[in-house]
């Protein structure tokens, strides 16, 4: 199989990430789930996956469709489209799964993966993270890590249009 499809082979269904989850559930893998827009791959994500994947022993990704970036950046956004967004991301190699979500907030994604870890940066605060209810009714958590300092989107993409 050639590293192309490998990687392509990394971008699920929902219906199919939940086959693949059961079964390292029956291998006890622990499970870490976070999920993003991804839009301009930067040092800021590499830093936030990379603590992620230390965390468990499969890594899930959910990338945000075209659509709901749009709905939530704005009409300038997504710079990459949602397929090349989760080809990148599943080129990545700690990362063991990705699915893209249509909907505005992961949930219904997280409500059928039931992950032990959700992990968000520091932009976040634990009581806001989505699923964190959910989660930890079944002993599940939420981790919170420090954002890189420097590294965002907006502000790359501001110094792009602005020199």
């Not at 693949?20 to 830093?47: A, P, S």
């Not at 970036?69 to 989760?86: C, V, W």
């Amino acid at each position: 199989m050639t590293s192309l499809k490998n990687i392509k082979n990394k971008i699920f269904s929902i219906a199919e990430l939940k086959k693949e989850v059961q079964k390292w559930k029956k291998n006890n893998d622990k499970i870490v789930f976070t999920n993003g827009c991804f839009d301009i791959l930067h040092l800021g994500h590499i830093e936030l996956l990379a603590k992620a994947a230390d965390l468990g022993n499969k890594l899930i990704i959910a990338v945000n469709s075209d659509a709901s970036i749009k709905f939530l950046k704005g009409e300038k956004r997504p710079i990459l489209d949602e397929k090349s967004r989760s080809i990148i991301i599943a080129s990545l190699e700690k990362v063991n799964a990705v699915i893209i979500f249509k909907e505005s907030t992961p949930l219904d994604v997280i409500k059928k993966i039931n992950p032990d870890i959700i992990v968000k940066g520091g932009d976040y605060i634990k009581e806001d993270v989505i699923g964190k209810n959910y989660i930890e009714k079944y002993g599940g958590e939420v981790i919170i890590f420090p954002l890189s300092e420097g590294f965002s989107t907006t502000s790359i993409l501001e110094k792009i249009y602005n020199g």
